[in-house]
DNA sequence: TTGAAAGCGTTACCAG
DNA sequence: CTGGTAACGCTTTCAA
């Protein structure tokens, strides 16, 4: 049907092994960097891949060799930055490796995700990089079935089934709250979702929960207020709070969106941060730090994930053919940046 | 060296067409919707496929057609979200009719553009997405050598060059020029980069000009605040101009990340907006409405930039075996958001 | 250390 | 309309 872009015949390995007086196979050697190729004809073969602006035909490499060379990732979702910086180091630290990286985003649904990487498994790839350890039995079984090595990122694995590169969230919701209650907070509400499809959300209202509890403070569930992930959610949970009879005087954001909205709420109903409510988020995300007080959040290290997720696949896809390995769990730090949102309780 | 993921060796078009007792070549004109098979052949090698759960390797069949069904991307930054909304778009569109997309970002280093594209190149593509008409001409020279069919985005050609997506960025500008003067302001300032590179940039800073010229007023080179798309230069905008002895009415941004800098360092600095100035930006992105006072902007309408992006490089594609045909240029609108930051020029 | 040759899974051409 | 057969460009035995 539709024709090639480069239609012009390009220089094969065939033209350059003419050229450089050898065969196919010892330029395809020199290529790969085979020890066993004297140093004369290597020269030689540098010299007219150079000379003929040779380029290795991806494609065909691929076929030959089993190897796809290629990687996918599935996030949740692109509007937050934070993931889209993470693909970005990704794809940065697998180019560096000769892996293209394929994305695609999911918007929260799960089938949608399991529909992703079927495709993509489809499609033929050498590994996978999933977001968080939530997903559908399916998608894990279609990855088991097909022996197609992953890491879960973002968030720590439950037991350590996978290899993984991720920040403790609940360790650090924990840090946080107690942060707040070091300032002399000791009325809190959280904004969080209960759906279960975002282990990260999850964990960190546990994380606050289990800190207030060690603190003796019981967080009754209707100081839990619904919130995803938007700016208008964020807002929401403001408006309700600010019509209880005992306010909090401080709220914990699961996301810098959530908190984006809270900030946006209280100064719409004059309600003053952190004097009478410190508000606090996670994810660090881009404007963080430009909101009107810079915003208190917990920073998600997306770059460092990536490029560490990239560099565990990378070896689990080259041990693939040994025997099973430990699963490594990498775990990196997310830093607590205090900003102007949050402060000590009022007295 | 490294072992493929899917090391189970797979079921080939030789199992199908085994099954269903074709030729591999019946098997293929089955997949690829070839007329001339019989129905009753057709039914045996579909089901065939069904039961072997065959899936065609992508590898095989574009060293095989020399088509690669796959198209490379390369935007300026990740940093705005409207250009990942783009080539969101952009892949998705093109996912629909089985192709691929790869995409990079280059920050705005030419230089990394070109480089960009030329691994793309060498790595097979069908296609090429470019954002704005100002490039490397090496990049053009690489395309054109290759006859690699690509499409411009986000701005017009100067000359129809080439196939183009994009929006009017110097009509968009002197709509939200007029609309300001129609506010009653007479006294601007436009912050915006004198860098070449960005012809979005320097096209809005033109429109506002014109406008301007049009309506007898001169915008003298010191009113030309410098900055390229980050929130300090836009606080350091405000900064300067707040110095001035005859201080703008109207700042108008060539980007919303000025803009944001803008509105902050007028509330830092007590400058009432819209009051005793007005601020508007360009792009509309994410939280432009979220922004005390809201923003008034220009939409670049960034899915549908994607969208049509993809069809009318796809056709390109479909086409590049035929003779040349005149490069089709697709302009979208961009409406102009009329928000809170924009205002009666005080009297 | 090197060359020859056999694939890898498709598509495309050419008979029939 | 369909089957055989030859590529496609590379990697990888297997001999030498």
Redesign the pocket.
């Known amino acids: 049907?539709s024709r090639p872009a480069a239609a012009t015949?390009?220089?094969?390995?065939?033209?350059?092994?003419a050229r450089a007086?050898?065969?196919?196979?010892?330029?395809?050697?020199v290529?790969?960097g085979?020890?066993?190729?004297?140093d004369?004809?290597?020269r030689r073969v540098e010299a007219a891949i150079h000379e003929l602006q040779?380029?290795?035909?991806a494609?065909?490499?691929a076929?030959?060799?089993?190897?796809f060379h290629t990687i996918a990732a599935v996030i949740p979702t692109i509007r937050n930055l934070n993931f889209v910086i993470f693909v970005r180091a990704l794809q940065e630290a697998l180019a560096r490796d000769g892996y293209t990286l394929l994305f695609s985003s999911h918007e929260f649904d799960m089938g949608l995700e399991l529909d992703e990487v079927r495709a993509f498994l489809a499609r033929g790839l050498d590994g996978v990089v999933l977001v968080g350890q939530e997903h559908l039995p399916q998608l894990y079984a279609a990855l088991a079935q097909r022996h197609c090595p992953y890491v879960t990122t973002w968030t720590l694995p439950r037991e350590q089934e996978s290899d993984c590169v991720g920040v403790d969230n609940f360790d650090a919701a924990a840090r946080l709250t107690r942060y707040l209650l070091d300032l002399g907070h000791r009325e809190f509400s959280v904004v969080a979702s209960l759906a279960p499809t975002n282990d990260r959300n999850a964990l960190r209202l546990q994380g606050v929960k289990a800190e207030l509890a060690r603190a003796g403070i019981e967080l009754a569930d209707d100081r839990i207020l619904e919130g995803a992930g938007s700016i208008e959610e964020g807002k929401s949970a403001i408006r309700q709070l600010a019509a209880w009879q005992r306010r909090p005087t401080a709220v914990i954001c699961v996301n810098d969106f959530l908190a984006f909205g809270a900030l946006l709420e209280c100064e719409a109903l004059g309600i003053e941060v952190p004097g009478e409510l410190s508000i606090a988020g996670f994810g660090d995300i881009q404007f963080a730090s430009d909101t009107r007080p810079p915003l208190t959040t917990v920073r998600m290290p997306a770059a460092d994930i990536g490029r560490f997720a990239a560099e565990s696949l990378l070896r689990a896809i080259a041990r693939s053919t040994g025997a099973a390995h430990a699963p490594s769990v990498l775990k990196l730090e997310a830093p607590l940046i205090v900003r102007g949102s949050t402060g000590r309780a009022r007295p």
């Open positions: 049907m015949r390009s220089v094969t390995i065939r033209d350059v092994a007086r050898a065969s196919a196979g010892t330029v395809s050697r290529l790969n085979a020890p066993s190729v004297k004369a004809v290597r040779y380029v290795p035909n494609q065909a490499r076929l030959s060799s089993k190897a």
